[in-house]
């Protein structure tokens, strides 16, 4: 094993951290693979914020709105076994990041915005999504996929 320039507590931490993000986005992918109804057209038209022009110009097109759809069932997949697996895992970090954030501000908990669906709980400013971007960002910062992981074998000095 590389030595790691974290304790054995920080690297556990920071590796349980990795794959339990990787897990709900892999979920998250899957489920929606297997899901044949399952569009991104109701989120999307929830979207409020400084993404809602953006999010009615996806559902305005059935064809753009497939390749999104395309594009997040996969996404979400490929983002998941990336961090899992440890795999390219800055690029799946990095894209996981981006991923979330377009989420949040889709859909931000923000005073005066209402959504129809309803929400697991009660947020202001702050929630689950922006957590685990924020979450991820830590993971970016502290590497771990070239310590455990299948970046070690990849990005094998020689």
Known sequence: MKESIYSTKQLSALVA???????HLLYEGVYKLYSPAWS?????????????GFAKWI?????????????????LIAIGLGLIFGLLTRIATFSG?????????????LIGLEYSIPAEGNYLIINK???????LVV???????????L???IFKKK
Do not use: C, H, K
């Open 97 to 109: 990041i981006v991923l979330l954030l377009m989420y949040y501000f889709s859909t931000p908990p």
């Open 139 to 149: 993971i970016l910062v502290f590497p771990t996929g070239a310590i455990i992981g």
């Open 40 to 52: 991104s057209q109701g989120f999307l038209s929830e979207s409020q914020w400084i993404m809602s």
């Open 151 to 153: 970046d070690r074998f």
């Open 129 to 135: 999504t922006l957590i685990e971007a924020a979450a």
């Open 59 to 75: 559902i305005s097109n059935q064809e753009i709105l497939s390749v999104v759809d395309f594009l997040n069932t996969w996404g």
């Open 17 to 23: 951290v990795r794959f339990l993000i990787g897990w």
